[in-house]
């Protein structure tokens, strides 16, 4: 789904920035260029010249040009932390697949395309490149688009580039690999079965299109995806994956004239494709309600509400964006403060707005039912009596003003990672023609008047328009997949087909179009070591300045969470968090939200396995409003029963909801295997029993005993003044207690005891999760090697997990990951993959080969260097955002992580070797218990013979 603030980022606040300091102390990474003063560019280029291509914009921070067979290749210099994103985005999604429409062909081309053996090299080649520079990559199929990425550090861009154009150009389609991942997309099919969003999705498109293929399911229909064969993909592939028909985006630390010389030369001499001419029918306008039911294995109905919508930048588009805001998008929004919160009908709800470039989308509300008792139909209703309200009423000032806010904070806050606004360049060229769409968007938006909200909701959210898709309840098994409906001669009569001009030449007229009315003006931006401050009552502060985006986080996490939980009281820590924000002794709950959503903040606060935090945002402006907001709801909360009352079914139907995806289902049932009667075994949001008990008085009391400065870190990331913070935080924080009256000193988890174990689900799969035992706390010198332990067993495509069940036929599972699991207390180390009924002995068998690899200390140093590079490429990617490195610093701190810039254990990292690593092996992947959800029984001794471990020769260390 393309739903517009979920994947726009503005570029308002995208410049020539400085390298983060704490972040350049490693030698293998190049550092950047120091950011220069405020300057306006021209668009004369030498490359122009040379190589025939005409350059679209060139300015301080951003190189776009159109190469001589109509690619487009942009490269954007975003040196905040030395990583890189490389994306390549195709118009070719599966409304475009014209005679296969409905096959899932995009999709299936998507999964041999990415990483799979071109001409010019095999499979196994392009898996130990990547593993080589430790990229995260990935790819992905939409209704209009395909896109793959390769994230890295910067000293691999020439290479990254390289591999992805490789893959694009000239890729050999296998007989093996077209096998293997035809049974790859099975078991993605068989997950889809049992996902609730993606069920409710495919309902969603079959019943808002009548004619369109975007009524289609993206992965396309079961039984025409089998009958695809390797060379109908393959001619698709010539076919559609032409320059014409490409844009090439790399963002990062980069130097934009040298990436796009690089792409240049690799692409120069591929010649433009004839793309096919296509048309999509129009569909017509809905004369009458709909209404659509499925299926799935939920203990709640969810319902959505949709009314046939506009276009992107279409007429009508901006206002439908503003009305939902206003209807049903934060917590003063009209449907959360009524139907939510004071008529209790659903335990969720909200609207949004989305719209695609490729047609008309839609304007949706969601919602889950509080109870089976309640008639759908009077959910329905007062639904549509809020809708009458806005067509019948203006909305008022104080809410249109709030939703500009709300629009304008969260534009200037978007993504601060590489590879988000990598996406959303490529995803606003595609759309728009304006990789800086957004600025234009903001600027629509606060142009907006009542009278045109309310023109909106006249013409688009009539009664006679509506969609109603309602999700339920399974009784018995899985219900089967969609199949497509036969659609009758008679029914095309009169349908009116419109072209779609694939070819990027009419995006680059927009484009040129754009940029003749935009400014290249960029600033610097400065981002500043961490500094330490620790007040009189022992509260710690860490301030870091960033100017990234004007805006600020502030996080303040203390310990807490599950490990201050006594048995009997789980999740008394979460719902005494979440009512923080519930009103103060100077602002009620709706006052509280008023303010925060009127300047465009926010505000919340949860627990953790190992803490309770609040972390909270804001335009620069604004800070010092929103922390002393924030001083009020830790210091003054009063906890009032009648917010208890709301929140608290809420929380209720969010501890049923963890189990309506096979892997919150299979977590649940590892974590009361593993950890028995430890705190461990809930998650955070705790037993439902315990939560039915609780009250306003007995959350308020919690809060009391276990708040206390000398186990609380406030961070502050974001363009501030150090000084200024310490000063208002001395003044604000003072009289928080240094110590809590309850002592924090949570108990060490028991050694666990090897087993098997089998769980009936469903969901028409099987999941395996094992965990290894005792693990290690955060603190624990271990730590570095776990990780690179993790990511030589786990690292897509070239970890030994996904070799030995994705890449070595047949395909037994579509996804799998490992990792560790730390904290305040021993963790565990963890592999977690889902498959079939009849596979899971088999992958649960390979699954311990790899186990018995690792112990047996079979690491060849390709390996070992893949997973270094990939560890230190996860360190460098999670040090973008101001909210990231917020938490990172405050959780470190508390865990006793005393490592500035993660020199220590970014040189751990890179000083591993086979020695050690076995030793860790040995060490800690022991007493697995093996934790198995199943929609069929399978025999026991089946799964006991294969989760054996049997190690020939075990060193001891």
């Known amino acids: 789904m393309t739903i517009r603030l979920s994947t726009s980022i503005l570029l308002i606040v995208l410049t020539a920035y400085s390298l983060i300091s704490c972040t350049a102390a490693t030698d293998p990474i190049d550092k950047p ?44 210099e975003v040196p905040t932390a030395p990583v890189i994103s490389v994306q390549t985005w195709i118009k070719t999604g599966s ?69 992805l154009s490789d893959w694009m150009q000239n890729s050999s389609i296998t007989d093996e690999e077209y096998a293997r991942e035809r049974d790859v997309i099975q078991r993605e099919f068989d997950m889809g079965k049992g996902e609730p969003s993606r069920i409710m999705w495919k309902l969603s498109q079959k019943v808002r299109y009548e004619h369109h293929p975007a009524k289609h399911p993206t992965i396309g229909y079961i039984d025409e995806f089998l009958k695809i064969s390797r060379d109908e993909i393959y001619d698709f592939y010539k076919r559609m994956y032409v320059p014409n028909n490409m844009v090439f985006v790399v963002v990062g630390d980069i130097d934009k004239d040298k990436v796009v010389e690089q792409i240049t030369n690799l692409w120069r001499d591929q010649p433009t494709g004839q793309l096919p001419e296509i048309k999509l029918p129009i569909e017509q306008e809905i004369t009458g309600p709909k ?63 989305a719209s695609f470039p490729w047609g ?51 534009v200037l806050q978007s993504n601060q990672t590489a590879q988000g606004i990598a996406s959303t360049i490529a995803s606003d060229t595609i759309g728009s023609g304006d990789p800086d769409y957004l600025q234009k968007y903001a600027t629509k938006i606060q142009s907006l ?31 089967n997949d969609l199949a497509r409906d036969e659609v009758k001669d008679e029914k095309l009569a009169g349908i009116e087909f419109e072209p779609v001009d694939l070819d990027n030449s009419s995006v680059i007229n927009e484009m040129i179009a754009n940029f003749a009315k935009a400014s290249n003006d960029v600033n610097p931006i400065e981002v500043d070591k961490p500094v330490h401050y620790t007040l009189d009552n022992g509260l710690r502060v860490i301030v870091q300045r960033s100017t990234v985006v004007p805006a600020v986080s502030m996080n303040m996490y203390w310990k807490g969470g599950l490990l201050a939980e006594k048995q009997g009281e789980e999740g008394i820590a979460n719902a005494a968090a979440m009512m923080l924000t519930r009103g103060t002794t100077s602002m009620t709950s709706l006052e509280l939200s ?8 926010g505000i919340g606060a949860a627990s953790g396995r190992n803490t309770s935090y609040i972390t909270s945002s804001a335009l620069k402006e604004d800070w010092k409003q929103v922390m002393s907001i924030l001083a009020d709801v830790v210091l003054n909360p009063t906890f009032p029963e009648e917010e208890w009352l709301k929140l608290q079914p809420r929380l209720l139907a969010a501890i049923d909801g963890e189990t309506n995806s096979w892997s919150g289902e299979l977590r649940e049932s590892f974590r009361k295997t593993y950890f028995g009667d430890y705190p461990w075994a809930y998650s955070t949001l705790g037993r439902k029993d315990v939560v039915e008990q609780l009250n306003s008085d007995k959350l308020k009391q919690y809060h009391i005993n276990h708040l206390g400065a000398s186990n609380t870190v406030l961070a502050v990331v974001g363009d501030v003044r150090p000084e200024e913070i310490k000063a208002e935080i001395e003044k604000l924080f003072s009289d928080l207690p240094a110590d809590s009256a309850i002592a924090f000193e949570p108990k060490t988890p028991q050694t666990p005891q090897a087993e098997v174990k089998q769980f009936a689900t469903q969901k028409p799969l099987a999941a395996v999760q094992i965990g290894f035992g005792p693990g290690i706390t955060r603190d624990n010198p ?63 068998r390979r699954t311990m080969s790899v186990v018995n690899r690792a112990k047996q200390g079979d690491f060849p140093k390709a390996d070992i260097d893949r997973a270094i590079q990939k560890v230190l490429t996860d360190e460098f990617m999670s040090k973008q955002s101001n909210g990231s490195l917020a938490t ?70």
């Open 33 to 76: 260029a120091s950011a220069s003063n405020k300057t306006k560019s021209t668009s004369a280029h030498p490359l122009e010249k040379d190589n025939g291509l005409r350059v679209l914009q060139n300015r301080q921070d951003r190189l776009i040009v159109e190469l001589p067979n109509r690619m487009i290749v942009i490269a954007q």
């Open 95 to 163: 409304v475009y697949e014209q005679e296969h429409v409905g096959a899932g062909l995009s999709h299936f081309l998507e999964h041999l395309l990415s990483g799979g053996t071109t001409a010019t090299r095999p499979e196994s080649e392009s898996s130990a490149i990547l593993g080589s520079m430790g990229a995260q990559t990935n790819a992905a199929t939409s209704l209009d688009t395909v896109r793959y990425y390769i994230n890295t550090t910067n000293q691999h861009t020439e290479t990254a580039i390289d591999l």
């Open 291 to 353: 209404s659509s039911t499925g299926y799935a294995d939920i203990q709640r109905t969810q319902i959505r509400l949709m009314w046939p919508g506009t276009q992107l930048t279409e007429p009508g588009d901006y206002e439908l964006d503003l009305l939902a805001k206003i209807l049903g998008q934060g917590e003063s929004s009209r449907l959360v403060q009524t139907i939510r919160d004071q008529d209790k009908l659903v335990t969720s709800i909200s609207a949004y707005n």
């Open 360 to 410: 008309k989308g839609f304007f949706g509300v969601d919602a889950e039912i509080a109870s089976e008792e309640i008639a759908h139909d009077q959910i329905k209703q007062a639904i549509l009596d809020q809708i009458t309200l806005l067509r019948d009423q203006p909305v008022t000032d104080e809410e249109l003003a709030r939703a500009k806010r709300l629009v304008l904070s969260s």
């Open 449 to 479: 008047t009542q009278s045109d909200i309310q023109n909106a909701a006249q013409r688009f959210l009539n009664d006679n328009r509506l969609i109603l898709v309602t999700l339920e309840p399974q009784k018995g098994e899985a219900p």
């Open 594 to 601: 008023n303010t925060i959503e009127n300047l465009g903040a």
């Open 782 to 844: 271990d730590y570095a090697a776990l990780q690179v332990l993790s990511r030589v067993m786990s690292d897509f495509p070239s970890g030994w997990l996904e070799q030995q069940l994705r890449g070595k036929g047949p395909g037994l599972v579509y996804a799998v990951g490992a990792g560790n699991v730390t904290g305040l207390v021993p963790g565990y180390m963890t592999i977690l993959f889902n498959t079939s009924a009849q596979q899971a002995p088999e992958a649960i």
């Open 888 to 957: 990172e610093a405050a959780l470190d701190d508390l865990y006793g992580v005393n490592d500035p810039g993660a020199k220590r254990f970014m040189e751990d990292v890179t000083s591993m070797n086979a020695d050690k690593l076995r030793e860790i092996a040995q060490k800690y992947l022991n007493n697995p218990v093996v934790v198995v959800i199943t929609d069929q029984k399978i025999p026991q001794e089946l799964l006991d013979e294969a989760a054996t471990i049997k190690v020939e020769q075990q060193v001891k260390q």
